[in-house]
């Protein structure tokens, strides 16, 4: 479990990257020029988008230095998954150390010894680059600390290129992943600037939570470290909670085929969770929720005044998420608890536009607060709930 880069791992990160690289699918077919000119309108409407998500929530950077600490990247398929190696490494350094720890027993060495960090790394890299497809744009919350990006490979590169080292953690990055949003926006058929735009204003809402909160990256941080601090890695144990899970996963994933819940919705995370880790959870899906919901609300609250046709956006949009895709698509989906990321942003954007009709933007603020003001895994389904016991 020696990394490839020397020091003590699970998994081989460089080969992770290898791997994604060289299994990720080819973006949509644009000239150079064309490329050129998406990377400088998705800079512009990063800055413009800025000031559009600050005015229309009243927040504000907590230091004049907040926001531009937190740099915005353009990259491309293989520039995402390098950014999100660097943050991995950053935020499972604590489970790494607790493994190291168990491996002097003996058995643990055994039974990871035998996958070994290159297999890991194997198959961290087929997830990612499935994941590189998907995304349009991330605020990395966890990304190591500056510098950030590596020398371009060429003086005429068009992407930024986030370095793979781990520096430990920084203040976050807002990530743009140029083919991706041009492929969507190709698919939907809508205009691409109003939709270039459209991305921005969600992903710059994230960018303006953390860079508003102070509290609230360390707060998420402390909570992950928790649920890692709780993963259980005697082999014996894992075993057991993975054939409970072939139970649940049992029949070909049933439930797939339609909307509602079903005993094969349940991701991989969370079968393989003890009652500590589902509690913690339980309080990140709640925050996780917020973030989304929040970002929708903004994005499409701030859309009529500066993107014409946001209203064909967000019913094209919203029906491409409904729709999925193929049915392997939709079983990678389901195990790796995508779909349950569909439903934070619907349940959280709910939450926000009901405490908002109750007590205002300025009412519904007030849950930035504080840890103790951020709303539960029950009061996001109950908007009024988190009115009566913080807004009012």
């Not at 559009?52 to 907040?66: D, I, W």
Request: hydrophobic fraction near 45%.
């Amino acid at each position: 479990m020696t990394s490839a880069s020397g020091g003590a791992d699970m998994v081989d990160w460089n080969l992770a990257v290898a791997t994604a690289t060289r299994l990720v699918r080819p973006g949509p077919e644009v000239s150079r020029a064309e490329a050129a000119a998406v990377v400088a309108e998705l800079r512009r409407h990063a800055l413009e988008a800025e000031e559009h998500v600050r005015t229309f929530t009243g927040m504000r950077s907590s230091s004049l230095g907040a926001a531009a600490a937190t740099p915005v990247l353009i990259v491309d398929r293989p520039g995402w998954v390098r950014a999100n190696v660097a943050g991995f490494r950053t935020v499972v350094q604590p489970l790494v150390e607790k493994l190291q720890a168990r491996r002097t027993g003996g058995a643990a060495a055994g039974v990871f010894g035998t996958v070994g960090e290159k297999a890991t790394g194997i198959e961290v890299g087929a997830l990612l680059a499935f994941l590189a497809t998907k995304v349009l744009g991330q605020y990395e919350t966890f990304a190591p600390a500056e510098p950030s990006l590596e020398a371009p490979d060429s003086p005429a590169a068009l992407f930024d290129k986030p370095r793979l080292g781990p520096d430990g953690p920084g203040p976050g990055r807002l990530l743009l992943v140029a083919p991706n949003i041009v492929h969507v926006e190709r698919e939907l058929d809508v205009n691409p600037a109003d939709f270039r735009l459209w991305v921005c204003l969600h992903e710059e809402t994230h960018r303006t939570q953390f860079t508003a909160v102070p509290w609230l990256r360390d707060h998420i941080q402390s909570e992950v470290q928790s649920f890692l601090a709780e993963t259980d890695v005697d082999p014996g144990a894992l075993l057991d909670r993975l054939r409970d899970a072939a139970g649940s996963l049992g029949g070909g994933l049933p439930g797939l085929g339609g909307r509602g819940e079903a005993a094969g919705s349940t991701g991989l995370l969370e079968i393989v969770q003890s009652p500590s880790q589902r509690e913690i959870l339980g309080r990140l899906t709640a925050v996780m929720s917020l973030l989304e919901g929040h970002a929708d609300v903004v994005m499409d609250g701030v859309g009529p005044a500066v993107v014409p046709s946001v209203a064909e956006i967000r019913e094209k949009f919203q029906q491409r998420r409904d729709r999925g895709a193929n049915r392997l698509d939709l079983v990678l989906r389901r195990l790796l608890g995508m779909d349950a990321k569909l439903r934070q942003y619907q349940d959280g954007a709910v939450f926000v536009r009901g405490v908002v009709e109750q007590v205002g933007m300025d009412g519904f603020n007030r849950v930035w607060t504080s840890p103790n003001t951020l709303p539960t895994k029950d009061e996001i389904h109950d908007p009024s709930a988190w009115v009566a016991r913080v807004a009012r």
